[in-house]
Each structure stands twice: as C-alpha cells, then as structure tokens.
C-alpha cells in the first residue's frame, strides 16, 4: 500500500520515529502491560490511602490515591481507555466525514455548498464549546462526551477530502474517465477515493489526539466518564482537592495525556509534512 | 467580492443552533426556561405565553431572532437576572485575559518562528519546532494546576484564583482591573499595591492561555518566513551585500507579517475562547468562560443559549472583518 512506502521514504524523518514510538509505547502500555502484571484499577486499599509510591519504601510502584487504588494500574487502564475512546471516535467521525466530503468534491453545485455551509456554521463556535454545549444538551457522561467530541471531528474530515477530491476531479485521468462515460460515482469510487488516503490518515492521527484532548477535557469537567472508570482527565479533576499533599497525582495523568497527544500530534504532523514538504503546513 | 452571502448563512446557523439546542433537552422546556422552582400552574401557564411556546414553531423562531437583535437573551434561571446583562458584565474579565495572552503570544511566538525560519533545518529550528509541537499538545488545563503547583504551591509567589487581593475593594468602573486600580479613586486609597495586585493575579492565567498560540503563532511565522525567504528579491538583497538584519527586519518580515496578521486575527479569537473555558474554570476567573461551564452545571439554559449567540457573532464579525481587510491590504488577494 502506499502508505507503507510513504512511512519507508521519510524514514530520516525524527518526528516520525518520536511520534511513532511514543504512539507504540501507548499501545502497548495499554494492551500488553495488563496481561503481564496483575493490575486493578478499581480496588480500594484502606491502609495504603495516597501512599508516594516505590521511593518510599512500600506500596505500588507509582502509589496510590486518596481512595488508596493504584495510580500505575488507574494509568493504564486510563491508556487503554483513551485508545478505545480515540479509535471510536475517529472511525466514526470519518465513516461521517469522508462520504460527506466526496460529494461535495466530486458533485459540486448545490450540494458542496450546503455540505460546505453546515460544516463552516459547526467551524464557527470553539471546538472544546461546541462539545461542552452538546454534552449539555444530550446530558453528561462518556457516551454522549464520545458523541460530542465525534460531531466536532467531522468538520476535519470533510475539509480534508473535499479540498483534495475537488483538485482530482480538475485533473486530466478524471476528465478521461469522463469522456470515457464513467458515472460520477465510479469516479467517485475508483479514481479520487484512493488519492484522498494519504491526507486521510495524517487528518485521522491528528484527530486521534484532538479525540482524547477532548474527552479529558470533557471529564475533567465532570460532564464525562463518570466515577470509577479510570480516565486520565477524570483522574485529574479527582486529584485537585490533593494537589499540596500529592502532585504526583497531578503531574503523571497529565503526563501521559501530554505526550500521547504529542505523540498522534508529531505523527500526523509528520504526514503532512511529506504531503507538503516546502513548509510543512498545509 | 465579499462573502456576505456565507456570513448570513453561518450567522442564521449559528442562531438556529442556539435555539434548538434549548429544544432538544429531553424534558419539558417550560421547565427548562423558568427553572423547577417556579412551576406551580399558574405561573406555568404565564411562561408559556411570556415565552410564547404556544405559537408555531416558526413564529418563536422568528421572535427569538428579533428579540435577540434588539439583545434581550432571556433571564437566567439561577440569578433570575438578565442574560445579556451578565454577560456584559463578565465580558471585560475575559478581554482583559485574552489582550493580554495575545500580547504574549506575539511577543514569544513570532520571535520564535523567526529564528526559525532563519535557521531552517539545523538543530536549533528542529529544537523550537518540537518545543511548539509540545506546548501545542500540553492540554492547558493540566498546564495551569501544573503552574499552580510550581509557582503557587512549591514557591509561593504567585497567586492561584481571581483577579485582585480581597484586601483590596476597588470600585468596578470598566471592568478591566488593569484600568480600575490605576484610576484616581484606587489610587488614592492603596497606592499601586492594587495594581501590581491585579497584575500578579493575571500571570498565571494568561501563561495557561497563551501556549497553545504561541506555538500556532510560531509555526504560522515560520512557514510564512520560509517562504518568503525563498523568494527571488532575497536573492537580489543578499547579493547586494545587505546586512542579514536588514534583509531578514525590513525585506523578510514585512512580507512574512501579513499572513501571520490573518492567521492571528483568525485563529486568536478561537483558540482565547476555547482556553478562556478551561483557564477561567481552573484560576476562578470570573469572565465568559467559568460562566459558561457553571452555566452548564446549573442546566442554566437560558445563559448557554445566549452564551453559544454572542460567541457566535462575535466569531464571524471578527472573521469577517479579518477578511475584508486582508483584502484590503494585499490587492493580490482580491
């Protein structure tokens, strides 16, 4: 596939490799390390309550909370969620946004001006408000959070395939393929669809990370998960009452929420960046 | 030549947005707008007809549009007092925040694209490239408890919520504490302590919220800078032997300054919205933002409603004028 070649050829490329293995170590934090440790993110420890951790002596190795369940075993199952809620949101969001963009690429007229007006009206408001105002109508919690941070997804999605889609159907092999007497959705189908792939995946790793950003934010909030599941941005909220007596609470959650965005975010950065290599900006 | 068309569009979306928002909350919107409180029949029957839930749908639509042009957004249900009223009121709280993230934000992260634009492709461009990436993907609301944590906890200098001492009372005049404690009235009573009060209690909040610009601005300055760089009268500057502060200050910066101006006026109001929600709820700042998020706590329809049109507007009137004179500004663009 050609994506496969793609990642080969920018090989040099040092974000790649540093977005990469931080999306590797991701992965396999969440999915391997459960399955070799005995973890559980749930049990409450009543002579073990905010406990530092191994430094100290005893205990989990990275502590334990106020409720006494341990921060390593919340962390992980908190990865392995954000992967979970990542993947959801994205595939939906392009199982939404990327026939949406086909149609106003590749029909035109009317059609991609409507599509293209309803996706600049939900452009307008701030994604995270936009989100916030949609957990508030639907009512708080992980699904209706999921649904609200897959709506302000779409918008991307469309953005991307329509611009590309509309640039394939200018060119020559298209026009072909016309005269040829292909209907436009065959075009469709067979000619600009395989083109839009590349900018699909970059616009996907990018939205793995805006996906999880905005979840975090949402439970953070408390419109989110709801108590106990382990959820970074949960965790967060949970940990500020304690933020003088254990910042570790507050510093390791963020931690792995900063550099899983920062991982999709160099990832996809480095896509586009080989779809454009002048700037890097597309 | 101007998107008027789109703007209207984009403005009746954002009103339609508004006004079924409040409609698809799953329980009965009469008691939605006047809160349970004040349901006993009677006054249930006065809210339907003051609200006028009785007539078509079109025609609320219609008296919602209107009433909003002439901006009355409603009451609150928590404060029972006017939502555009309170939302003036906090309006300046916010401003103040987002002036002064936007200052800083152009003051580090154009700089920043600058050097490394100048520096493309060594390690000092791929150093600052990956420090923007990572103020880009730090979430901001772990960004201020971590600021609280190293600067208010740890050190003990700077304060960790709202915007003056409560030792100081100092008379709410334009809202801007900035302004306020500088005026005769507070200047007489507390000297600048006020002042520098109100100044310290804004560090932390408008770091929060100006990362994430300063790494958009710097990436924008430095694309824009790359390119301009590359253009053939930097060529013709260098071989005339100029000095490289004089090609990269008079010839490269002038030209690279435009798209970041448009980027800037673009983005900015976007990116201080969506942080001012998270900035304000961590440092208890008392502007749009933390109203909004309490708003939704309360199920304080009314004030979201209102929140989501303001914001709305306020988005697509700046856009708008971003664009006309952008166009105005480079004939090339027209």
Known sequence: ?????????????VSLKLGSSCVIVLVVLSFLVPLLFDLD??????????????????GPLLGTDDLGRDVLARLVFGARNSVGIGLAVVLVSMSVGIPLGLFAGVYGGWIDTSIMRVTGILMTLPTILLAIVIVSVLGAGLLTAMCAATIVAIPGFIRVVRSISALEMKRQYVQAARTGGDSKLQILWSEVLPNCWVPIVAQATLGFGDAILHIAALDFLGLGAKPPMAEWGAMLADARPFIESNPNLIVLPGLCLATTIFGFTLLGDALQRWLNPRTGVH | ??????????????????????????????????????????????????????????????SFLGRAVRGDLGTSISSGRDVSTELLARWPATLELGVAALLLAVLV???????????????????????????????????GLLLILLFSVALNLLPVSGRLDTAFDVWNVTGFMLIDTLLPAARAQYGLFAFYSALHHLVLPTVTMATIPIAVFARMTRASMVEVLSEDYILAARARGLSPVRIIGLHALRNALLPIIVVIGLHFLNVAIAGAIMTETIFGWPGIGSYIVSSVYARDYPVIQGSILVIGVVVILTNGAVDVLSRLANPRMR
Do not use: H
């Open chain 1, 1 to 13: 596939m050609r994506i496969f070649t793609t990642l080969k050829l920018s090989n040099g490329s």
């Open chain 2, 109 to 143: 992260g154009v700089p920043i694209g600058v050097v490394a634009a100048i520096y493309r492709d060594t390690l000092l461009d791929r150093v600052l490239t990956a420090c923007s990436l990572a103020g880009y993907s730090t979430p901001n609301f772990w960004l």
């Open chain 2, 1 to 62: 030549m101007f998107k008027l068309g789109a703007l209207t569009t984009t403005l009746l979306g954002i009103s339609l947005i508004a006004f079924f928002a409040i409609r698809f909350v799953p329980g009965d919107p009469v008691v939605l707008m006047i809160g349970e409180r004040g349901a006993d029949p009677q006054q249930y029957r006065e809210a339907v007809a003051r609200l006028g839930l009785d007539k078509p749908m079109a025609w609320q639509y219609v």
């Open chain 1, 41 to 58: 993110p749930y049990r409450i420890s009543d002579n073990l309550r905010a406990s530092i951790g191994l430094w100290n002596g005893s």
